[in-house]
């Protein structure tokens, strides 16, 4: 069993930077591969990044890559999500979750956040 509880969305103006953090508890975190997904008022969940166990591999939507840069400290049982040059369109809840392989597929991950708000305005 794994618990997820996301920290670090907020207000920011279009342009701006937010760092994501995703806290898992138990000691299996580093086994699991790690995603990012989100949801914006309306629309349906969508991939944003993933990583791999160990951090060697990691997987962007086109929409962030260049942009965003997904990364883990196994050490602190922890993800990241750090954001940069922030658009409108990507206010959105994000939500983390934990599964066996590195997908782009929410169904494929086993467990999941309650999610953090993020709202960049224009």
């Known amino acids: 069993q794994v618990q997820l509880v996301e920290s670090g969305g907020g207000l920011v103006q279009a342009g701006g930077s937010l760092r994501l953090s995703c806290a898992a508890s138990g000691r299996t975190f580093s086994r699991y591969a790690m995603g990012w997904f989100r949801q914006a008022p309306g629309k349906e969940r969508e991939f944003v990044a993933a990583?791999?166990?160990?951090?060697?591999?990691?997987h962007y939507a086109d929409s962030v890559k260049g942009r965003f840069t997904i990364s883990r400290d196994n050490a602190k049982n922890t993800v990241y999500l750090q954001m940069n040059s922030l658009k409108p369109e990507d206010t959105a809840v994000y939500s983390c979750a934990a599964g066996m392989v590195i997908d782009t597929t929410a169904s494929l991950y086993d467990y999941w956040g309650q999610g953090t708000q993020v709202t960049v305005s224009s």
């Open positions: 990583i791999s166990w160990n951090g060697e591999r990691t």
